[in-house]
């Protein structure tokens, strides 16, 4: 399992687009892929789970990945995120 913690820094208005996109990104993976805050960890692949989180602004995250494309997983949502930074 690969694991990068983030935290989330973008406009509220903005919020939908970033996770529709975050979700389509992530579907591309095999990989089991969570985003954990706190005491909850939600399926990355699941857009009513993340757009029902109402992450807000300067939210500290992890996200996880694990299989065998893990790596890429990561790399991909990790520039994904940095462009909502």
């Not at 399926?43 to 757009?51: I, P, R």
């Not at 996200?63 to 790596?71: K, S």
Request: hydrophobic content about 40%.
């Amino acid at each position: 399992m690969t694991t990068r913690d983030f935290e989330l820094s973008f406009a509220p208005d903005t919020y939908i687009s970033f996770v529709s996109g975050f979700v389509l990104e992530a579907g591309r993976f095999k990989s089991k892929i969570d985003i954990c805050y706190g005491d909850n960890c939600l399926d990355a692949k699941s857009f009513w789970g993340l757009l029902y989180a109402s992450a807000s602004p300067r939210t500290r995250f992890a996200l996880r990945a694990e299989g065998d494309d893990e790596q890429q997983a990561l790399e991909q949502l990790s520039a994904y995120i940095d462009r909502y930074r």
